[in-house]
């Protein structure tokens, strides 16, 4: 943590419960600031109070002072701060509407990068601007990168459980934390930005537990809009246009009495098409990892490569495949059986160094 750079060193439990007001002194930055910009699917048709609903949308902004306060939407949940590239710290809005972010700067230009970590489909976070000292005032973002990834994922992609302790203790929001997962390493790792569209138990066509025929609601359904089961706003993806997408999906397709071996190829195909339709230029590529071994493992596999030779036979030649590493334990089995903090850092190794060849990164 860099000198005279204080986070809110509150534990997030501390936060929830503990209402902040709005300070009485200070400068308002509102959400539509020139400066602050938005990077991930944000709802934004009412623009005093933007929503989201999947991890890893990021807000980013400069600002002059000493301090930074955040405003949101009470019960919008939690959120990584970093300040000036410093260590990231959590903090959280339950029941409170103003948290702050910093305090005790040193006098000048500093930036901020704040991140949704958590799922907030039922939460509906919403972010209502920054605080900044009286006669102070919001200055360009820097530093944004010019790289660009999605990612298209399920639990995993989420960080489901990957601050849980024990690998048998009740899922809660708090252990959930999509900064740490592979996703959010390898972009940090590239210098990427990064978009995410993932929901934990979703699949290709079918969901955890689902029936074999497939569920009504699966990942086909719903990429098309800028909020998780919310087909009231489509999403204008001309707003981020990556140059690779990375969708790690099958894990819940496979799950219990597993997939339909021809559904499951047909859903990975039309994923690809929906994908490929708004994404020319884009390199896609259908990642394993790290859930699945023995048959569901294979059954995925077969199904993604099948779809690869589908779009290499359309003269699609830019669909790749890449396994990451099945967890064995030797790095811990973290929550209901999802990869633990270890075992992200792994797959974030290993992704890295292959789209970094891929990409000429």
Known sequence: MKRNMLFCLLMASTLAVKAQTKPSLGTFIIPTDKNIQYIGRIEDSHPERPTFTYPGVQIRCGFTGTSLFMVAKPQSGYFMVEIDGGTAQKVAFFNNNTVPLASGLNKGQHQVVVTYITEGYERLPEFQGFIVDEGESSVPATNIPTRKI??????????????????????????????????????????????????????VYRSYNGPQTGDAVNMNTEYPYTLLYNNKYVWDFSRYMPDVVCINLGTNDTSTQGADSLLFVQAFKRLYHQVRSHYPQARIVLLSGSMMTGKALLSAQQAMDATRTYAHQQGDREVYRFDLTPQDGSLGIGLHGHPTMRQHEKMAEELTAYLRQLMKW
Not at 150 to 155: A, L
Not at 174 to 196: E, I
């Open 150 to 203: 999605e990612f298209i994922g399920n639990s995993i992609t989420c960080g489901y459980g990957i601050e849980a302790q024990s690998a048998n203790e009740p899922y809660r929001e708090s252990t959930a934390n999509y900064y740490f997962t592979y996703a959010a390493r390898t972009a940090r790792n590239l210098n990427a930005q990064a978009v995410v569209v993932a929901r934990s138990g979703i699949g």
